[in-house]
Protein backbone atom coordinates (compact mmCIF):
# COMPACT_ATOMS: atom_id res chain seq x y z
CA UNK A 1 0.00 0.00 0.00
CA UNK A 2 1.06 3.56 -0.86
CA UNK A 3 0.84 6.05 1.48
CA UNK A 4 0.71 10.20 1.28
CA UNK A 5 3.75 11.39 1.53
CA UNK A 6 3.80 12.81 4.72
CA UNK A 7 2.18 10.01 5.73
CA UNK A 8 5.27 7.75 4.83
CA UNK A 9 7.56 9.78 6.86
CA UNK A 10 5.73 10.14 9.94
CA UNK A 11 5.26 6.28 9.76
CA UNK A 12 9.23 5.89 9.10
CA UNK A 13 10.34 8.34 11.54
CA UNK A 14 7.90 6.60 14.66
CA UNK A 15 9.82 3.12 12.95
CA UNK A 16 12.86 4.53 13.47
CA UNK A 17 12.29 5.60 17.02
CA UNK A 18 10.62 2.27 17.95
CA UNK A 19 13.70 0.56 16.59
CA UNK A 20 15.81 2.88 18.49
CA UNK A 21 14.18 1.47 21.55
CA UNK A 22 14.10 -2.07 20.93
CA UNK A 23 17.79 -1.70 20.39
CA UNK A 24 18.45 -0.46 23.88
CA UNK A 25 15.84 -3.18 24.88
CA UNK A 26 18.54 -5.59 23.31
CA UNK A 27 21.58 -4.25 25.03
CA UNK A 28 20.07 -4.33 28.56
CA UNK A 29 19.12 -7.15 27.94
CA UNK A 30 22.03 -8.45 26.72
CA UNK A 31 24.83 -6.43 28.42
CA UNK A 32 22.95 -4.77 31.29
CA UNK A 33 22.85 -1.65 32.43
CA UNK A 34 25.43 -1.35 35.89
CA UNK A 35 27.91 0.87 34.37
CA UNK A 36 25.95 3.24 33.32
CA UNK A 37 26.60 6.84 35.85
CA UNK A 38 23.83 7.92 37.54
CA UNK A 39 20.97 5.32 36.76
CA UNK A 40 22.83 1.51 36.77
CA UNK A 41 19.85 -1.02 35.84
CA UNK A 42 19.96 -3.77 37.92
CA UNK A 43 20.08 -7.04 36.52
CA UNK A 44 16.64 -8.52 38.29
CA UNK A 45 15.66 -10.89 35.50
CA UNK A 46 16.47 -13.97 35.27
CA UNK A 47 18.25 -15.61 32.64
CA UNK A 48 15.32 -17.42 31.00
CA UNK A 49 13.34 -14.85 31.15
CA UNK A 50 16.07 -12.22 29.41
CA UNK A 51 16.06 -14.90 26.77
CA UNK A 52 12.13 -14.77 26.20
CA UNK A 53 12.42 -11.24 26.48
CA UNK A 54 14.75 -10.92 23.50
CA UNK A 55 12.83 -13.39 21.79
CA UNK A 56 9.89 -11.55 22.09
CA UNK A 57 11.91 -7.85 21.24
CA UNK A 58 12.70 -9.78 17.92
CA UNK A 59 9.18 -10.41 17.42
CA UNK A 60 8.26 -6.79 17.80
CA UNK A 61 11.09 -5.93 14.92
CA UNK A 62 9.62 -8.68 12.38
CA UNK A 63 6.60 -7.15 12.95
CA UNK A 64 7.78 -3.59 12.73
CA UNK A 65 9.89 -4.44 9.47
CA UNK A 66 6.36 -6.37 7.83
CA UNK A 67 4.79 -2.64 9.01
CA UNK A 68 7.18 -0.93 6.96
CA UNK A 69 7.39 -3.79 4.09
CA UNK A 70 3.08 -3.52 3.72
CA UNK A 71 3.22 0.24 3.70
CA UNK A 72 6.28 0.79 1.36
CA UNK A 73 8.28 2.72 3.93
CA UNK A 74 11.88 3.29 2.63
CA UNK A 75 15.36 2.88 3.67
CA UNK A 76 16.37 6.54 3.94
CA UNK A 77 20.55 6.51 4.32
CA UNK A 78 21.85 8.96 7.19
CA UNK A 79 25.32 9.81 7.07
CA UNK A 80 27.11 9.15 10.49
CA UNK A 81 27.84 12.72 10.71
CA UNK A 82 24.20 13.45 10.68
CA UNK A 83 23.42 11.14 13.23
CA UNK A 84 26.06 12.24 15.89
CA UNK A 85 25.67 16.02 15.02
CA UNK A 86 21.86 15.11 16.08
CA UNK A 87 22.75 13.47 18.92
CA UNK A 88 25.35 16.26 19.62
CA UNK A 89 22.45 18.48 19.39
CA UNK A 90 19.90 16.81 21.67
CA UNK A 91 23.12 16.51 24.74
CA UNK A 92 23.89 20.31 24.09
CA UNK A 93 19.79 21.06 24.77
CA UNK A 94 19.66 18.64 27.80
CA UNK A 95 22.98 20.53 28.83
CA UNK A 96 21.99 24.10 28.55
CA UNK A 97 18.72 23.13 30.47
CA UNK A 98 20.70 22.28 33.54
CA UNK A 99 22.34 25.66 34.13
CA UNK A 100 20.47 27.20 37.77
CA UNK A 101 18.55 30.19 36.15
CA UNK A 102 17.01 27.22 34.20
CA UNK A 103 16.00 25.46 36.61
CA UNK A 104 14.58 28.21 38.93
CA UNK A 105 10.90 27.31 37.86
CA UNK A 106 11.67 24.28 40.35
CA UNK A 107 10.70 27.00 43.21
CA UNK A 108 13.65 26.06 44.91
CA UNK A 109 16.51 28.43 44.45
CA UNK A 110 20.11 27.38 44.33
CA UNK A 111 22.69 28.78 46.57
CA UNK A 112 25.01 30.99 45.24
CA UNK A 113 28.35 28.38 45.60
CA UNK A 114 26.27 25.33 44.14
CA UNK A 115 24.95 28.04 41.06
CA UNK A 116 28.51 28.92 40.57
CA UNK A 117 29.86 25.34 40.57
CA UNK A 118 26.75 23.72 38.52
CA UNK A 119 27.21 26.75 35.69
CA UNK A 120 31.36 25.99 36.23
CA UNK A 121 30.37 22.44 35.29
CA UNK A 122 27.84 22.66 32.74
CA UNK A 123 30.01 25.05 30.69
CA UNK A 124 32.87 22.47 30.79
CA UNK A 125 30.34 19.79 29.48
CA UNK A 126 29.33 22.35 26.96
CA UNK A 127 32.68 23.04 25.83
CA UNK A 128 33.54 19.31 25.08
CA UNK A 129 30.14 19.12 23.47
CA UNK A 130 31.41 21.54 20.89
CA UNK A 131 34.95 20.25 20.65
CA UNK A 132 33.11 17.31 19.47
CA UNK A 133 31.34 19.43 17.29
CA UNK A 134 34.07 20.76 15.87
CA UNK A 135 36.03 17.52 15.56
CA UNK A 136 33.26 15.96 13.32
CA UNK A 137 33.34 18.77 10.70
CA UNK A 138 36.98 19.10 10.47
CA UNK A 139 37.48 15.27 10.13
Known amino acids: M ?10 EATVSLVEDGLERMERLL ?6 RIVRAVEGTISADERASLRESVQKLREALHLLAERFSLERRPLDIRQVLNAELS ?12 RMKGYG ?15 EQLLAQVIALRAKLRSS
Not at 90 to 101: D, H, I, P, Y
Open 2 to 11: KLHELHQRRL
Open 30 to 35: TEGGQD
Open 90 to 101: SAWVMLENCRAK
Open 108 to 122: VEFEPQVSAALEESV
